[in-house]
């Protein structure tokens, strides 16, 4: 009896020392969670940061500093008028005028496949590029098939172009390119040209009777 008396108090401290041994434990694993919860907060904000604030204002720059730089001409395409013409169908293309033209014969039979005339009432155009600041193009006649050069090339092209290539359907003008000496410029020259429709020949006009 003496024995068991004495073993009932040792269990019980025995017992109270190993929980106050394994409260500590439960402190430290709550402790890396803690962290975790730290560590993984910035990267939400630098994210949100760099989405929602300095994309779209990169964005909306570059869009108004296009439109600023839109610049628009009048020309007196009405001086020029070509004859009323009322398209039906078109005839086959005639590749035999000019042996160079044949060299662009895929844009052409595309062009001509998907278009109307565009030009001096007969004619439908095709423009393409031929270098740095270099555009040639073709146009053909819905008449005849028959096959025009454009006033285009290394001749009427310029380093600071404003615009090229501008034409209307009812008139023989024909703008090839708006020139400028430099960026900073405010004075242009114009290389423009007149559809002689009897001579089928392009024939330069000044910048007074353009205007």
């Known amino acids: 009896m003496k024995i068991n008396s004495l073993l009932i108090p040792l269990l019980a401290i025995v017992l109270f020392s190993c929980k106050e041994k394994k409260e500590p434990v439960k402190n430290e694993a709550t402790q890396?969670?803690?962290?975790?919860t730290v560590v993984a907060a910035p990267p939400q904000e630098i994210k949100t940061d760099s989405v929602t604030?300095?994309?779209?204002?990169?964005?909306?720059?570059?869009?108004?500093?296009?439109?600023?730089?839109?610049?628009?001409?009048q020309f007196a395409f009405n001086k020029f008028p070509s004859k009323n013409y009322k398209f039906v169908k078109k005839a086959k293309l005639d590749f035999s005028n000019d042996e160079g033209?044949?060299?662009?014969?895929?844009?052409?039979?595309?062009?001509?496949?998907?278009?109307?005339?565009?030009f001096a009432s007969y004619y439908i155009t095709v423009i393409f590029g031929c270098g740095t600041s270099c555009i040639m193009g073709m146009m053909?006649?819905?008449?005849?098939?028959?096959?025009?050069?454009?006033p285009l090339g290394e001749e009427t092209s310029c380093m600071f172009a404003e615009d090229r290539a501008i034409?209307?359907?009812?008139?023989?003008?024909?703008?090839?390119?708006?020139?400028?000496?430099?960026?900073?410029?405010?004075?242009?020259?114009?290389?423009?040209?007149?559809?002689?429709e009897e001579k089928k020949d392009f024939e330069k006009v000044e910048e007074k009777d353009i205007k």
Do not use: Q
């Open 32 to 36: 890396p969670s803690v962290a975790d």
């Open 140 to 150: 053909m006649d819905v008449r005849d098939g028959k096959i025009y050069g454009l």
């Open 167 to 196: 034409f209307d359907l009812n008139s023989r003008l024909f703008i090839a390119s708006i020139c400028k000496e430099s960026p900073e410029d405010e004075n242009v020259y114009y290389h423009a040209f007149v559809w002689n």
């Open 53 to 73: 604030i300095k994309e779209p204002e990169h964005i909306k720059s570059e869009e108004a500093e296009t439109k600023d730089t839109v610049i628009s001409y």
């Open 101 to 118: 033209v044949y060299n662009f014969r895929t844009r052409i039979k595309d062009a001509y496949a998907a278009g109307t005339p565009d």
